[in-house]
């Protein structure tokens, strides 16, 4: 049998977990004929006898048997886990595929992997994409947000694949556009991902707010989410937060939230968001602080033993207007939710102009509607700031958002001294207003820190009464000599 006899499918994934497996049923339930590969070939066998049975996916057992029944150029996506296993089954393919195939990633891998891959495909003669996918298990069967970067010569060969599958918005665009060129996609992913680690913890900041100030028992907080959902706030975590206080645990009909241990994991994406951020000087706190949430989670043992030793303030019941204090809290998420979502693309448009990447941000804005973990009605209002000026040096300077910020103002500066007043740890929502705070500044103390550093190390620094770009030393004890040190930004 030849291969144009056995060519039948449109694309090949590789990798039948979770995501992997939805994605499959997803692209057969839109017309597109699959072949589905797992190393564990058994899986195959079961997914073909279950879920996948009746439906246009095919089975292959082997990676050759894999290439041998797709259609040219061949489509091979790759679902499987980060680092060493993506670049062992490219290694595996390369001899088995020809000029002009593609091999796309789909996991969440670390953007420089995707860039080193790209060039290594491309001095094959082959195509690689780099695409980020989001929207959890289901979202990959309804449709997710894709994000594609990579070689852009391979995007009319995928496009009708991943547009067709992506989730769609009011007008019927789907959330899925070509982001860039070599790890752009993965790297917009990244920074979705560690939007998302800020979202969650300023959820989590404004759960533990109307906890402990206002003693707000899960099943009420569960309605009051479910209002915030149904205003600016309306977003898929929001949405489900609503759901997961309402929920009951079977075996003590305790609030299931109330029986969960509070350590949280983390699989790296928002640690390499903010490595990331420091390496491109982005200014990033707010998702930096929520990473390191996670970490102070994790020590439960060392924070019970030292609960039993550090005491925080005394304080009285609250004797306030609990409705204005929940509609505060409210404020605040919304402003901080801003300036996390601010600092995200700031950092990509540093990255773009790194890396020489051509990023919309008003389309990353739209993939970002609807599909992802993120996905949020905001974003639209993202997406019009950035189509009215493309070139918009900070979200916060759009004319929106100025006004949601300014607004919101007051309330969010009160919740964030009432949780200091109460002991209350609010990491995310008080570096994001710290962050407001420095962008709006138009001194900042510096000055005397680059007085320091000049002092101790002869770093230099520039004068208000000079045009930037030069730089002075001066010999601050009458010891020292005028060799200065080069000057440099990190």
Not at 277 to 295: N, Q, S
Not at 334 to 339: D, G, L, P, Q, T
Not at 443 to 461: E, I, M, S, V
Request: charged share 20%.
């Amino acid at each position: 049998m030849t291969q144009a006899d056995t060519a039948k499918a449109d694309i090949g994934l590789i990798g039948l977990a979770v995501m992997g497996e939805n994605l499959v049923l997803n692209m057969a339930n839109h017309g597109f004929t699959v072949a589905a590969h797992n190393r564990t070939v058994s899986k195959v066998d079961d997914f073909l006898a279950g879920r996948a049975q009746g439906k246009s996916i095919i089975g292959a057992h082997t990676l050759p048997e894999l290439v041998g029944l797709l259609k040219k150029p061949r489509r091979i996506m790759l679902m499987v886990k980060a680092g060493a296993a993506v670049d062992s089954y490219i290694d595996q393919l390369t001899p088995l595929l020809e000029p002009g195939d593609i091999i796309i990633d789909g996991g969440n891998s670390h953007y420089p992997d995707s860039i080193r891959r790209t060039q290594a495909l491309e001095e094959k003669g082959m195509f690689f994409v780099g695409a980020g996918v989001s929207g959890g298990e289901e979202g990959a069967l309804t449709g997710p947000s894709i994000m594609p970067g990579g070689n852009k010569a391979a995007w009319e060969a995928v496009k009708p694949i991943f547009q067709g599958i992506a989730a769609k918005v009011e007008d019927g665009s789907p959330c899925c556009d070509w982001v860039g060129s070599d790890g752009a996609g993965h790297f917009v992913k990244m920074v979705h991902n560690g939007i998302e680690y800020g979202d969650m913890q300023m959820i989590c900041e404004a759960y533990n707010l109307l906890t402990n100030v206002l003693g707000i028992a899960p099943l009420e907080m569960s309605q009051i989410f479910t209002e915030w959902n149904a205003g600016e706030l309306d977003s898929y975590l929001i949405e489900i937060t609503s759901e997961i206080l309402a929920k009951l645990d079977d075996e003590t009909g305790k609030p299931m939230v109330d029986v969960i241990l509070d350590t949280a994991g983390q699989k790296g994406t928002g640690k390499w968001t903010s490595v990331s951020a420091l390496d491109l000087g982005a200014p990033m706190p707010t998702i930096a602080e929520a990473v390191f949430a996670r970490a102070m989670s994790a020590i439960k043992e060392e924070r019970v033993a030292a609960s039993k030793v550090l005491s925080g303030p005394v304080v009285a019941p609250y004797s306030g207007d609990r409705l204005e204090f929940v509609e505060a809290v409210r404020q605040a998420l919304y402003a901080s939710k801003i300036c996390s979502y601010a600092q995200g693309f700031q950092m990509m448009k540093l990255a773009a102009a790194e890396y020489k990447w051509d990023l919309d941000f008003g389309s990353i804005a739209l993939m970002w509607r609807g599909g992802c973990i993120i996905r949020a009605r905001f974003l639209g209002n993202i997406k019009t700031a950035f189509d009215q000026n493309p070139s918009l040096e900070n979200l916060l300077l759009d004319p929106f958002f100025v006004d949601a910020v300014q607004n919101a103002q007051h309330a969010w500066r009160k919740v964030i001294a009432t949780a200091v007043e109460y002991g209350i740890p609010v990491p995310a929502f008080s570096s994001a207003l710290s962050y407001f705070d420095s962008l709006r500044s138009a001194r900042l103390p510096a000055n005397l820190l680059q007085a320091q550093r000049d002092y101790f190390g002869a770093h230099t620094y520039e004068r208000l009464d000079k045009p930037r770009g030069e730089f002075f030393h001066t010999n601050w004890t009458g010891r020292g000599g005028t060799t200065a040190s080069s000057s440099y930004n990190a």
